[in-house]
């Protein structure tokens, strides 16, 4: 990968309830910090817009905290990093009988082989996923929260609920059964650059 194909745009949040951060970074072969903000797209020429729409971005995973989500842009798709909390880990064991596909074997979205676990990751502390429904598209919602609340079983043990149809998935993105969604959610190609840094949209060195 070269320097000249790795502009990047990412516009992230970080939610956990209590704080929210707005996060743009934005460069050529840049590593966009999560408070960092740049020049933005608007000054690229089209064929450099063209290429930022399709590029990998960078995004610096080093402030996020156990229980964290950042949501990132790649390639007009929101794409989430979870940082998963050792009890949320624990979770994947008790829904392991209940998901539809429990080892991603479904191929309408690949699961790259490195995301083929019981935690759909590379590291299984941090999930990284596309948040966009299988069924028909919308962005399922966070519930993070256990317990029985409206719309999910009394032994729920914390993932997404999509609020258009009610397909539900597990901390890793795995679709629960008897759900309209036919598939997990997608895990978009990623690798790190480094422990601090993400790279979405590319899995290999060129
Ligand atoms: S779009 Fe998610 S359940 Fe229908």
Known sequence: MSDSATALVAEGTVDNGRRTWIAITCGVGAVGGIATAVPFVSTFSPS????????????????????????????????????????????????????????SDRTQYPTPDYAKNVHRSIKPEFFVGVGICSHLGCSPSDKFQTGAQPSLPDDWQGGFLCPCHGSTFDIAGRVFKNKPAPDNLEVPPHMYLSDAVLLIGEDKKA
């Not at 929101?78 to 624990?90: A, F, G, K, N």
């Open 48 to 103: 450099e817009r063209a290429k930022a729409a399709g590029a990998p971005v960078q995004v610096d995973i080093s402030a996020l905290k156990p229980g964290e989500k950042l949501t990132v842009e790649w390639r007009g798709k929101p794409v989430w990093i979870l940082r998963r909390t050792p009890e949320q880990l624990e979770s994947l064991k008790k829904t392991e009988s209940q998901v539809a596909d429990p080892n």
